[in-house]
């Protein structure tokens, strides 16, 4: 079964400053898709950025860019020049778009220091 | 416009109630979806329509039942409830073209049993 393991509960950052959030997960497949999902504390899930296993090219979306190392299995996002907006809880998510099913990690809370 | 909305944003309701969910997407997605998801935790998948029609049950008890009248449209009707069933309820929709798409989230409804 595929899991996705996110270590960390919480992390702090200090605005203007960049973070790395961390991401592992477990598969047997060859062709999959990887996704961050960010939710604020207003509750609304929205996608930070998705990347494309079959992708060597990491994906990037203004600040937001992710670290894939699809040999460790492994999917870190990067936030540079963090802002307070960046608060919320950050879901990484896996699937193989056979069923269109998620698989989600635990999450883990980033808060922005002023 | 990427917006999936639902209504209520909050719902109170005893154990004997009936009540309904309702999520709406006019992003001409064919893909629906309802998660559960509790505080601090990542969603849980419920249910899954494609094209109409159920496509994933994840062994929800039936005091939930769905139902998706159009393909712009899902209900989450609710019946004989229990506390823990609390939570916030998230409605997703994505394309269904191709493996692997995002889903969009709505900003769910929060409910209550007492």
């Known amino acids: 079964a595929q899991t996705v393991t996110q270590s960390q509960p919480e992390m702090s950052v200090q605005e203007a400053e960049t973070v790395t959030l961390s991401c592992t997960y477990d598969?047997?497949?060859?062709?999959?898709?990887l996704f961050w999902y960010k939710q604020p504390p207003s509750r609304q899930m929205i996608l930070v950025i998705r990347?494309?296993?079959?992708?060597?090219q990491n994906a990037t979306e203004n600040r937001f860019s992710v670290n894939f190392q699809k040999a460790a299995k492994s999917f870190s996002l990067k936030i540079s020049d963090s802002q307070l907006g960046d608060a919320a809880m950050y879901f990484c998510?896996?699937?193989?778009?056979?069923?269109?099913?998620?698989?989600f990690g635990k999450g883990i809370t980033l808060s922005v220091r002023p | 416009d990427t917006e999936v909305t639902q209504t209520p944003k909050h719902l109170v309701m005893g154990m004997t109630n009936k009540k309904s969910l309702k999520c709406e997407q006019h992003?001409?997605?064919?893909?629906m979806y309802w998660y559960k998801q509790k505080a601090k935790k990542p969603p849980e998948l419920m249910f899954v329509y494609s094209y109409e029609k159920l496509s994933i049950n994840e062994s929800v008890p039936s005091r939930f039942s769905p139902e998706c009248p159009n393909s712009s449209l899902l209900n989450l009707h609710l019946h004989a409830l229990q506390p823990e069933d609390s939570a916030l309820y998230l409605c997703?929709?994505?394309?269904?073209?191709?493996?692997?798409?995002?889903?969009?989230f709505g900003p769910g409804t929060r409910l209550l049993v007492l």
């Open positions: 997703a929709s994505s394309q269904y073209k191709s493996p692997g798409e995002t889903q969009y």
């Open positions: 598969t047997s497949e060859s062709d999959y898709y």
């Open positions: 992003m001409g997605h064919r893909a």
């Open positions: 990347q494309e296993a079959y992708k060597q």
């Open positions: 998510a896996y699937t193989t778009g056979a069923n269109s099913k998620l698989t």
